[in-house]
């Protein structure tokens, strides 16, 4: 599980960001709300949520 990332922001593309931490970028889904507190180079703390599906997985992040 993936609970908490802190890491520089790299791209913030209408759905995701990418955010690299220690070398990995992991791709983040995030609200509105967490992508206009973001700023590309920014370091920035999210709390993630790993959704797992038999379709796919994916990451999602917020910043409380």
Do not use: W
Not at 5 to 15: H, N, S, Y
Not at 22 to 46: D, H, P, Q, W
């Amino acid at each position: 599980m993936i609970a908490y990332l802190r890491g520089k922001v790299l791209t913030i593309t209408a759905e995701t960001a990418i955010l690299e931490v220690n070398g990995v970028g992991y791709e983040l889904y995030c609200s509105g709300t967490a992508f206009r507190k973001m700023s590309i180079g920014e370091i920035v703390e999210v709390y993630t949520y790993l959704q797992v599906k038999e379709d796919g997985v994916a990451l999602f992040g917020f910043l409380t």
